[in-house]
């Protein structure tokens, strides 16, 4: 393979990298993107340059670094990197850079590049909440959005000095995967089919507790619930993560409700699903819970079996959301972990709660729980079948919102 192959088989990455204390960061991502494949090129704006020097960009990416586009003229750079770029992110993001990328202002390398970009672009935001907050950047953010644009929503924690609070930088990991599913998605032409939609997914397995020390539970890890939080927040849409018991990492962008019962798991998504154009129930949700909870930790006693345990039924989440919608129009999708007869107990279940979509898989101790890939049939209230073949769990994320995305009703519609 000749050197121009190489190069073409490599996506062109630009890191943009404005000047905010978060811009340390930065250099983990652009790390990951180098090591993973892409051809990383960065272009800092001269604050960001006060924070991390531009001979640390040029090690990590292996291109030189230059902030003005006065340098190396003769090869157009304020046209040419933008031009030529498969995605463009932006991170951090200050807020004012949003301004200016809002306005269309151009007094740098890094503007005119943005302006002159027809790929995908992701901006990763990081600032005080109170600028996050405020009014200018909140409509700056919704016009970029509005373009197309991706626009992170930054993480809560600690930000400089004594301040904590929403405005921090995701984690460099998670903006990783968030361009990595946004390329994946460039390529097919609808990389933000769920703009302006807010959707409501479920993940992991609720935990029942016995006492103080035991709880009923499954072996859900909550991978597929994550996998499509991520791919419909690289769709554009505003995702709640009602999150049961996962360990997993919060997906950038996504806001994160954690639960531990299948009860708190209810009052969450009902909560959340208020505005919500769809609702996709991947976790695993406990049938059943003890009837009584023993306030002291169950004792064994010598020559005595255990007292038989009762179980009741807990609230059957995705009926009540399928039978109530929480608006008109809303599309509601479950999911159904059959050990047999799979395809025919899928669509029994399927008449029975009356979701819009059924995703139905056969699990088993070494099967899909825990696994980075699956298998499944989504089945349709409307008798189609929609089989998805063996491979990673975003593969059939992509999948079911791409099946949710047609059933939606136009915006302003629902």
Not at 8 to 28: N, T
Not at 194 to 223: C, F, I, M, Q, W
Not at 323 to 337: K, L, M
């Amino acid at each position: 393979m000749t050197n121009q192959q190489v190069s073409r088989a490599r996506p062109k990455v630009v890191l943009g990298v404005s000047g905010g204390i978060a811009a340390y960061k930065a250099c983990e991502l652009a790390r990951r993107l180098t090591e993973s494949g892409h051809d990383v090129r960065a272009v800092p704006t001269d604050a960001a340059l006060h924070f991390v020097g531009a001979a640390t960009w040029s090690a990590l990416t292996g291109h030189p670094v230059a902030t003005e586009v006065w340098e190396s003229v003769h090869e157009v750079p304020h046209v040419r990197i933008g031009q030529e770029a498969d995605l463009v992110v932006v991170a951090p993001a200050t807020a004012d850079l949003l301004a200016k990328a809002a306005h269309g202002l151009a007094d740098d390398l890094l503007t005119n590049t943005l302006l002159t970009a027809r790929c995908p672009v992701v901006f990763a935001p990081a600032m005080h909440t109170e600028m996050w907050e405020h009014p200018a950047t909140r409509a700056n953010v919704a016009t970029l959005r509005e373009r197309g644009a991706h626009v992170i929503e930054p993480a809560v924690g600690r930000l400089t000095g004594v301040d904590t609070g929403k405005g921090r930088l995701p984690d460099p990991d998670a903006i990783f995967e968030f361009c990595r599913r946004v390329l994946a998605r460039g390529a097919t032409g609808a990389h933000t089919d769920l703009a302006g939609r807010h959707v409501v997914v479920s993940a992991g397995g609720t935990r029942e507790p016995l006492d103080p020390v035991r709880y009923l539970g499954n072996r859900s890890s909550g991978k597929q619930g994550y996998a499509l939080a991520r791919t419909a927040a690289a769709r554009g849409a505003r995702v709640t993560l009602v999150a049961a018991n996962s360990a997993l990492p919060a997906p950038a962008g996504v806001d994160v409700v954690p639960v531990g019962t299948a009860r708190e798991l209810r009052e969450a998504v009902v909560e959340a699903a208020r505005d919500a154009d769809a609702v996709v129930m991947a976790a695993a949700v406990a049938d059943f819970r003890p009837a009584v909870y023993a306030e002291g930790k169950i004792k064994k006693r010598a020559g005595q079996e255990p007292e038989p345990l009762t179980l009741v039924r807990n609230p059957d989440v995705l009926a009540e959301l399928s039978a109530d919608r929480p608006r008109p129009g809303t599309v509601v999708a479950g999911f159904a972990a059959e050990t047999d007869d799979v395809l025919a107990n899928g669509r029994a279940k399927l008449a029975a709660k009356g979701c819009d979509l059924l995703v139905v898989n056969e699990v088993g101790e070494k099967r899909t729980f825990g696994a980075e890939e699956n298998e499944a049939v989504v089945l349709g209230a409307d008798g189609s079948e929609t089989p998805v073949p063996y491979g990673p769990k975003e593969a059939l994320a992509d999948t079911v919102w791409d099946l949710i995305a047609q059933r939606m009703p136009a915006a302003g519609q629902g």
